[in-house]
């Protein structure tokens, strides 16, 4: 059974930082690509950031220069650095893992809820 289970979200104030974790079990994160999207109320989820399998990165405009994503594979865990967090990062923050291969697969984690406010 897969499970991918985020933590690290909270509240803080603009110009702060966070860092999001997402473990997994039941897949290897060095073989799938990781990504964390956010949905901010009334509107579409949206990518934040993804880690490919053979490391490449990739990074929503709104968030580039500021969030950072990174894998542990050893630990199995994937990570996302935010810094300089503004109100507009207010969001639930998913954690995704997508394979693409002869079988598709594609799994979700609960979120984990981010709000910037002073």
């Known amino acids: 059974q897969v499970q991918l289970v985020e933590s690290g979200g909270g509240l803080v104030q603009p110009g702060g930082s966070l860092r999001l974790s997402c473990a997994a079990s039941g897949i290897a994160v060095s073989i799938y690509n990781m990504g964390w999207y956010r949905q901010a109320p009334g509107k579409r989820r949206e990518l934040v950031a993804d880690?490919?399998?053979?490391?490449?990165?990739k990074y929503g405009d709104s968030v580039k220069g500021r969030f950072t994503i990174s894998r542990d594979n050893a630990k199995n865990m994937v990570y996302l650095q935010m810094n300089n967090l503004k109100p507009e990062d207010t969001g639930v923050y998913y954690c995704?893992?997508?394979?693409?291969?002869?079988?598709?697969?594609?799994?979700w984690g609960q979120g984990t809820q981010v709000t910037v406010s002073s």
């Open positions: 880690i490919r399998s053979g490391g490449g990165t």
């Open positions: 995704n893992a997508q394979f693409r291969g002869l079988e598709d697969y594609d799994y």
